[in-house]
């Protein structure tokens, strides 16, 4: 489905944004993953080669900067002669309650999960638009819409993330650029605390939202189902 595809996914070297560049690579594309540990995006690169070899290739680059990126969306048209598909997944939990929360931190979660999808968006989009078209699928979450203690910053830069993928598919959906966001609820990883611990099985696995992701890319042009929900069929009763 993806062959001659050349696709980005920010955050990939674990979690959903390995499990989405493994699903990517499955369908044909190529894959550029990043992250800001060397030695995971390592570890991530080594094992998705084993099933396609000459496909991947990982870059260290944070989203909070600007030449990172730039490198990161170079790197990608460079290695693969253009650019298709950016995965937006790269993000920040920092959750704390207001009171205790320093300004950093709030600085941190802002520029990861809303101002950095800003910057990959606006260094991808010339390529994407030279190819004639793309994809651009934010990971958001539900926390944009469900606030919930300690989240103040994250629900947030989600909440915002929502809405500016919303004005970006206005913006680019005449130009052959479909923009979706995948809101996940609880996910079944190390993003947070304990979040992938015994007892959590009921959570959503990575690759559930991985396979949202796929669907999405498998729609016809005509088609954009610009916003999807995903959570866990049967979460702990309250």
Partial sequence: MLEGKTAIVTGGSRGIGL?????????????????TDQGRLRDAQRQL????????????????????????VGTAVDRFAGLDILINNAAFGGLVN??????????????TNLTGVYRCCHEAIPHMKARGGGWIINISSLAGKNSFVGGAAYCASKAGLNA????????????????????PGSVRTGFSPGGDAPGTEWKLAPEDVAEVVIDLLRHPSRSLPSAVEIRPSQPPKK
């Fill in 98 to 111: 207001v009171a205790s929360m320093d300004e950093a931190t709030w600085q941190k979660v802002i520029d």
């Fill in 164 to 183: 500016f993928a919303e004005v970006l598919m206005l913006e680019l959906r005449h130009e052959g650029i479909r923009v979706s966001t995948v809101m």
């Fill in 19 to 35: 499990a989405v560049a493994q699903a990517m690579l499955a369908e044909g594309a190529s894959v550029v993953i990043s992250g």
């Fill in 49 to 72: 080669e084993t099933t396609a070899p000459g496909r991947v290739a990982s870059m260290a680059a944070d989203v909070r900067s600007t030449p990172d990126v730039a490198r990161l």
